[in-house]
Nanobody, 122 residues
Framework: QVQLVESGGGLVQAGGSLRLSCVAS????????MRWYRQAPGKERELVAG???????NYVDSVKGRFTISRDNAKNTVYLQMNSLKVEDTAVYYC????????????????WGQGTQVTVSS
């Protein structure tokens, strides 16, 4: 019943910006960390950014200074603001969250969204 749904992907020129959103819906009691991953064709899925329940953040070195992760706990939403986009940022971006669902038996586990395509043109 719990779902993560990403939005905001699309086509943008190098140097441009894009803002991704991920909304967690369903019977949710609490959300611990939320993360963004990405995967390009032929490459492994890569952790891009993460944010904890107290808003501590971490980023892969390749996006530091360009991407910003944030969350709105009241809306069960995580965002990824992507600036100064590069061609190598092209990938499917996935939302991931560790949360406690409200359906018995209560369970903490990772949930994944279906992904949103980000394409950066030269």
């Amino acid at each position: 019943q719990v779902q993560l749904v990403e939005s905001g992907g699309g086509l943008v020129q190098a140097g441009g910006s894009l803002r991704l959103s991920c909304v967690a819906s369903g019977s949710i009691i609490s959300i611990n960390y939320m993360r963004w991953y990405r995967q390009a064709p032929g490459k492994e899925r890569e952790l891009v950014a993460g944010i904890t329940s107290d808003s501590n953040t971490n980023y892969v070195d390749s996006v530091k200074g360009r991407f910003t992760i944030s969350r709105d706990n009241a809306k069960n939403t995580v965002y990824l603001q992507m600036n100064s986009l590069k061609v190598e940022d092209t990938a499917v971006y996935y939302c991931n969250a560790y949360l406690l669902n409200a359906t018995r038996p209560f369970t903490w586990r990772d949930y994944w969204g279906q992904g949103t395509q980000v394409t950066v043109s030269s």
